[in-house]
């Protein structure tokens, strides 16, 4: 495993600070599980979570659970492994079986056409897994009592086909005993996006086929030089990040297009924004993004020279040194990496709004056919919208898009009848929200971000609400048609994602920010909408 500097003013100062932590002692006190490193106010906290430091080694007591699970999986051809998890309950495990080219189903999301299209996949050889560190996260459980009503609905054992991974004593375990649910249960003193090594990340690869023994094996190889003072790359990575981030270099573009590593941006992403993005301060990672020549990026490139800095090594050893980093740079930014403040607050807002009797939408705008406009906007058009929110990105500030859609409904679209690849492309890309994003980008020089609600919620709503207060926030919503009941519970899965939603730009607006939202009428109509007026913008 490697870091290296590949810009000069990079190298110089994060070479300055890597020796002043070192004259700290910190690598020997980090490797060593010293909660004291953040401060007092942050002691009590890190002394829970500091667990993923030994992963690497005391994950492997898991092995032989986790291939007899599988044996009995495959034994009685349950081979579709769907992952009901959010933020680091499920982005591991997803970042693990796509490098590994084996199929996993992420449900990550409360959009009732995600989920719908999970429903009816391959039931008769379908076993989820259930994974929730607080075992009470909103979206798990409803997925949790919708396949439960599902299976029994088909005449199938629910226990049999539902695997629980929680924490000790959480709501979650008990109901797995009392359903008679295969429960494995994680390490308690792991955060949920220090939790890649931990059951959370191991469980749902194992049963898709992945092979995370030697996942564990390349973390271990890494473990020892996270205690040395020299050749130590998760300081060497965290020195760089910290010391960017201090120098005014605070957005953090992912490059990872020549790595055979498969989607660890949106894993990093997640990991940083959520650990740094607080108390006014913070670390805004990019995932997707070309360089803009600014001066507040640092680009880190996976495996290739496209970058500031290059990082080189397997994914379990990949794993371990961000982890490393990322609780480096907290020490330097002076915060505490492994809390999250602000992540309770746009849940407490969702279920506030859940408790009235109608959302509270209010009135649009205006409506630019199938897209309705709201908020404080003076534009009269879609086009007007977008060089609007362009224009009020402040300096050092950033575009964050918010869609919550079904971020796998691009792959439906209408392609034409004999189409060439790069045909089949167009159709999907012109389908896609995501698109949006690059489009945008091509008209400022600031960062634009794009997430999925409301896994964006488990990962950069931390840093929206807990970071540097400079972004400008367009979140996206549409129509719900065929909604889907959550057993047991007074409300959809259409009306839980518009309350997340809701409560989220509750949140973002009451510090102050611009922020709008667009309503799509007609889902796909309103998508080729979209894409079409910020061309005109």
């Known amino acids: 495993m490697e870091v290296s500097y590949r810009e000069e003013g990079v190298a110089s100062a994060a070479s300055s600070l ?32 500091l667990g993923w430091l030994t992963l690497p080694r005391s994950s492997r007591e898991l092995l032989p659970e986790l291939g007899k699970l599988g044996e009995r999986a495959r034994a009685e051809g349950l081979t579709n492994v769907v992952l009901a998890g959010m933020g680091g309950s499920s982005l591991a495990a997803e970042v693990i079986c796509a490098t590994a080219d084996v199929p996993l189903t992420v449900l ?20 989820v897994v259930v994974a929730s560190k607080s075992g009470s996260t909103v979206e798990t459980d409803c997925h949790l009592r919708i396949y439960q009503r599902l299976f029994a609905d088909a005449g199938i054992e629910p226990a049999g086909r ?18 008679g649910h295969q429960l494995v249960l994680a390490m308690p003193d792991v955060g949920g996006r220090y939790s890649a090594l931990s059951a959370y990340g191991l469980v749902p690869s194992a049963l898709a086929g ?21 050749g130590n790359p998760g300081l060497d990575l965290g020195a760089a990040l910290g010391g960017a981030a201090l120098a005014g270099r605070d957005k953090l573009l992912l490059e990872d297009q020549l790595s055979p590593i498969n989607g660890l ?142 971020r796998l409904a691009a792959f439906d679209a209408p392609v034409p009848e004999g189409a060439d690849f790069e045909q089949m492309t167009d159709a999907w890309m012109m389908a896609d929200p995501a698109t949006l994003r690059a489009l945008l980008a091509m008209r400022t020089d600031r960062p634009v971000t794009f997430g999925w609600g409301p896994r964006l919620l488990h990962s950069t709503g931390q840093y929206h609400k807990g970071g540097p207060q400079n972004g400008v926030f367009l979140q996206i919503t549409g129509v719900v048609t065929d909604d889907v009941a959550v057993p047991g ?36 109509a309103g998508v080729a909408r979209l894409l079409e007026a910020v061309q005109e913008a």
């Open 18 to 49: 890597a020796g002043r932590l070192v004259a700290d002692g910190v690598p020997a006190r980090l490797a060593g599980g010293d909660p004291t490193l953040w401060g007092e106010d942050a002691e009590a906290e890190a002394a829970v979570r």
């Open 210 to 230: 992945a092979d995370v023994e030697r996942l564990l094996d390349d973390a271990e190889d890494v473990l020892p030089l996270l205690s040395r003072d020299t």
């Open 108 to 127: 990550d999301t409360t959009d009732p056409g995600q989920v719908r299209r999970a429903l009816t996949d391959r039931l008769d050889a379908t076993i």
């Open 489 to 524: 519970r007074p409300y959809t899965l259409g009306r839980l994602q518009l309350a997340q939603a809701l409560g989220d730009l509750g949140a973002l607006e009451t510090r102050g920010r611009p922020a709008v939202r667009l309503h799509l009428t007609d889902r796909a």
């Open 265 to 406: 941006p949106d894993w990093i992403e997640q990991l940083v924004a959520e650990s740094t993005g607080k108390r006014g301060r913070g670390i805004l990672p990019v995932v997707g993004a070309d360089p803009a020549q600014a001066g507040d990026e640092l680009i880190v490139a996976i495996e290739s020279d496209i970058g500031d800095v290059r990082v080189d090594g397997p994914l379990g050893a990949q794993f371990l040194v961000w982890e490393y980093a990322t609780a480096v740079a907290g020490l330097l930014l002076e915060i505490d990496p492994f809390d999250q403040p602000n992540v309770a607050e746009s849940k407490e807002n969702t279920a506030a709004l859940l408790a009235l009797p109608d959302l509270p939408t209010g009135a649009p705008a205006f409506a630019d056919g199938p897209v309705e406009v709201y908020g404080a906007v003076t534009a009269k058009d879609l086009p007007g919208v977008f060089a609007e929110l362009l224009r009020a990105i402040p300096d050092g500030g950033y575009l964050a898009i918010m869609a919550y859609l079904d």
């Open 162 to 179: 539902i695997v629980v991974v929680t924490d000790p004593g959480s709501p979650l375990e008990q109901l797995a005993v009392d359903g």
